[in-house]
């Protein structure tokens, strides 16, 4: 690159679709759990696309859809209502999808999210509304003949969907990632949604365009499909960003257009020209009743939001003197926040160096010793088998001195596999420490007699040779000792 080259900059709208974990599907009564059936058996006329068949509203999925908008601080207008978007496709049964066009059940909202830079950008969200789900395709080869041909299972058809379209405020691919990040924690935090997009139920579509850095106006976007991880959205957008530029350097256009992310070749390809707006003839739906809210009704649904990620983050910085970072780790899922407090819940809550002090010893369990378990087992916290309470007992049993801090790692090992309590481990291992002074001074009598070296370089005034004595007396106890107590036995019988 020459120092004249000009520096260019994305920006990049995603649009995420989440399928809302309701029972029954959006329009009719089916179960919506698509995945754990045999093909084509959670379908009915209504799914089915039949002519003559009329959708019925699922409440739930409304509810999910304002839920999750109010966690967006989006403005949800008192009326909205559900269009047709036609066009013919295989996995669209009645050839046209029910959506919200004009007048979606929320609008002009934001989250905060991590820059990738140390500070936090606000990234608006100009709408989340609901629609349904098409059909699966599965793309076979008939292996007689070589032909190839696709087979439709309808069982995930109309299975509700939210669409939560981002403004275009995002600069850069870790953005992108960290805008995807909290969308997902916002309706895991909500249980509106799984929310897995290697699962395919939050799938990404990514706008993307070039300007060079300090212009105002934006270029023409390109939209990527086809990525099934955030790995694949970070770099299929370093991928665009980097041939939307070089095109630009030389002077090129560039072509509105879809294209689709190719895992195996880490690039995009071109799937479909967009220089022509579709046409889907978007008229409102006729079967169905606008949607009609009260403002009693959506408070009540406000009401009923969790405490958030942001919030409560900020409140474990305040309340339990953790550092940003922890905190961050600690309020990841809601599953995990929730464990984390619940293993602090009978600390006084009057004396607050106690459940500070308290609060450090147990995410320093959760965050080294626990975290280090369930990455090794690919445990959630959910499947973990220490119970929370454990933990406390656990920071207690040290700081009462029963057990060195290198054993407390073998017994909390063991409460990981057993899932039993800290204390039936020391005993049945009878690993208490060794706190009779007799025991110990015998110990350390025979430890002197056997290194006169560091002994002798103590009595010179070497400090430092005592470590090399303590670190024999904890070898000869097998680690039951206490380190301070054997130093300072050694100290007094060495006539310090
Ligand atoms: P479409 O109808 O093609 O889906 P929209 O204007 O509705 O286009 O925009 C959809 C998404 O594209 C939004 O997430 C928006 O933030 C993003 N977007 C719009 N214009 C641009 C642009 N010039 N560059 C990047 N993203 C954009
Ligand atoms: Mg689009
Ligand atoms: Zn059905």
Redesign the pocket.
């Known amino acids: 690159m020459t120092t004249t080259a000009i520096d260019y900059e994305a920006?990049?709208?995603?649009?995420v679709h989440a399928q809302i974990t309701t029972r029954s599907k959006n329009f009719c009564s089916c179960s919506a759990d698509y995945a754990n059936a045999a093909p084509n058996t959670h379908v009915c006329p209504v799914c089915l696309g039949m002519p003559g068949t009329l959708p019925v509203l699922n409440r739930a999925a409304i509810e999910a859809t304002v839920m999750t908008a109010l966690a967006l601080n989006c403005e949800i207008p008192l009326h909205s209502k559900f269009d047709r978007k036609n066009y013919p496709y295989p996995d669209l049964m009645k050839g046209y999808q029910i959506t919200q066009y004009d007048e979606p059940l929320s609008l002009n909202g934001w989250t905060e999210i991590d820059d990738g830079n140390g500070g936090t950008l606000r990234a608006g969200i100009?709408r989340v509304h609901l629609e349904e789900d098409t059909a699966r395709l599965l793309h076979r080869v008939d292996s007689v003949t070589g032909e190839p041909y696709s087979l439709v299972d309808v069982n995930r058809a109309g299975v509700p969907l939210m669409e939560i379209?981002?403004?275009?405020d995002l600069r850069t691919p870790e953005q992108a990632r960290q805008y995807l990040l909290k969308l997902r924690q916002i309706l895991r935090y909500l249980g509106v949604s799984h929310a897995n997009m290697e699962e395919g139920n939050f799938r990404c579509d990514a706008?993307?365009?070039v300007r060079p850095r300090g212009s105002t106006t934006?270029?023409n976007?390109v939209?990527v499909k086809n990525m099934n991880s955030f790995r694949a959205v970070f770099h299929a957008l370093e991928y665009e960003l980097d041939r939307q530029s070089t095109m630009m350097a030389a002077g090129e256009r560039i072509p509105m257009e879809t294209r689709g992310w190719v895992e195996g070749e880490n690039r995009t390809v071109s799937q479909r020209s967009?220089e022509e707006a579709n046409d889907y003839r978007y008229f409102p739906e006729p079967d169905l009743p606008p949607v009609v809210l009260t403002p009693d009704w959506i408070e009540g649904v406000r009401a009923k939001l969790p405490e958030l990620p942001d919030a409560k983050r900020a409140r474990f910085v305040q309340r339990y003197g953790l550092s940003p970072h922890e905190a961050d780790l600690l309020t990841d899922s809601r599953a995990r926040a929730d464990y984390f407090e619940a293993a602090l819940a009978d600390a006084d809550p009057t004396d607050d160096a106690a459940r500070r002090s308290l609060a450090r010893a147990v995410a320093n369990w959760m965050l080294g010793e626990l975290a280090r378990l369930q990455n090794a087992h690919g445990d959630e916290i959910e499947a973990v088998k220490v119970r929370p309470q454990h933990i406390r007992e656990l920071v207690a049993v040290i700081e009462g001195g029963a057990i060195s801090g290198t054993q407390a790692k073998d017994v909390f090992q063991k409460m990981y596999d057993t899932g039993e309590a800290p204390g039936a481990i020391v005993e049945a291992a009878g690993l208490s420490q060794i706190s009779g002074t007799d025991e110990l001074a015998a110990i350390v009598a025979q430890i002197l007699a056997a290194h006169p070296q560091p002994v002798a370089d103590y009595r010179a005034g070497k400090q430092e040779a005592i470590k090399f004595l303590v670190g024999q007396v904890m070898r000869a106890t097998k680690g039951r000792a206490n380190p301070e107590s054997a130093g300072a036995l050694l100290r007094d019988t060495l006539g310090g």
């Open positions: 920006v990049i709208g995603l649009e100009t379209v981002g403004e275009p706008n993307v365009s934006f270029g976007k939209e967009k």
